[in-house]
């Protein structure tokens, strides 16, 4: 039981991996670049870490679900892991952000273009062009007041 906690941080690094894979996000887009982020992520939060255990802010805490192996003293092997999982997920979720805004604004363009394209005059049989039975255009807006005919 005590490699558990470990076995879930690879499961979840293995699920962001699985989202960067299909999506195209982070290490699927640019390996190297990726590799170079992650890598000094990694170190950065390491070394925020033997800050915080060198000014006693940090602690090792006991469960029976971790190793038990420690890289330094309070700095156990998971901790590394746990920073590689912490690090990926964030650019994950940029890249998931920043998907979802493209997405988004593509889509309020090609709704904007196609505003235009509807209040645009056109030809018979185009959108916009109103009011011959059959064809796309405006319909008459109905009073609340007046109900529809059977």
């Known amino acids: 039981m005590g490699v558990l906690y470990l076995l879930f941080l690879l499961l979840s690094l293995g699920c962001m991996a699985l989202l960067d894979h299909r999506f ?3 290490f ?3 390996a190297r670049r990726a590799g170079i982020v992650l890598v000094l992520g990694v170190l950065f939060f ?3 870490d033997l800050a915080g255990i060198g000014a006693d802010i940090f602690y090792r805490g006991e469960t029976p679900f971790m190793l038990g192996l420690a890289l330094a003293p309070h700095l156990p092997v998971e901790e590394i892991f746990f920073l590689a999982f912490l690090c990926y997920l964030t650019m ?3 890249g ?9 604004a593509e889509r309020g363009a090609n709704r904007a273009a ?3 394209q509807a209040r645009a005059p056109g030809q018979p049989g185009q959108l916009g062009h109103p009011g ?4 796309p255009g405006r ?5 609340p007041t007046e109900r529809p005919q059977p």
């Open 24 to 26: 195209r996000l982070f």
């Open 28 to 30: 699927f887009a640019d």
């Open 46 to 48: 390491t070394a925020w």
């Open 92 to 94: 994950v979720v940029f």
């Open 96 to 104: 998931l952000v920043r998907l979802a805004a493209g997405l988004a």
């Open 114 to 116: 196609a505003r235009m």
């Open 132 to 135: 011959q039975p059959g064809q």
């Open 139 to 143: 319909k008459p807006v109905r009073k």
